[in-house]
């Protein structure tokens, strides 16, 4: 099994910056993907952003481009996702989620975290 513990979500306004978390444990995979969604009320979970397991490699949907950045840590088998110029519509509840393998994107992801909450205001 596989543990995903998001962290660093929270309130900030329009325009600001937020840096979300995402630490792996358990099942050691010797490759895998890290992907970012969100959810947002009322809405169907959408996805952001993934990124392999060295970070060489990563791939974001096009309204997030510019905006925000995947990294990557192996050695503390920790991804991050820092987020700028935000805004009220970013507001989610933000999951990362696992799957083993080189494949970047949406789908086949096999574990999944709890989530954190992202409030952007105006």
């Known amino acids: 099994q596989v543990q995903l513990v998001e962290s660093g979500g929270g309130l900030v306004q329009a325009g600001g910056s937020l840096r979300l978390s995402c630490a792996a444990s358990?099942?050691?995979?010797?490759?895998?993907?890290v992907g970012w969604f969100r959810q947002a009320p009322g809405k169907e979970r959408e996805f952001v952003a993934a990124i392999s397991r060295s970070g060489g490699r990563s791939k974001y949907v096009d309204s997030m481009k510019g905006r925000f950045s995947l990294s990557s840590d192996s050695a503390k088998n920790t991804v991050y996702l820092q987020m700028t110029s935000l805004k009220p519509e970013d507001t989610a509840v933000y999951y990362c989620?696992?799957?083993?393998?080189?494949?970047?994107?949406?789908?086949?992801?096999?574990?999944w975290g709890q989530g954190t909450q992202v409030t952007v205001s105006s």
């Open positions: 358990g099942r050691a995979f010797s490759n895998y993907v």
């Open positions: 989620a696992l799957k083993p393998g080189y494949v970047l994107g949406p789908a086949g992801y096999d574990y």
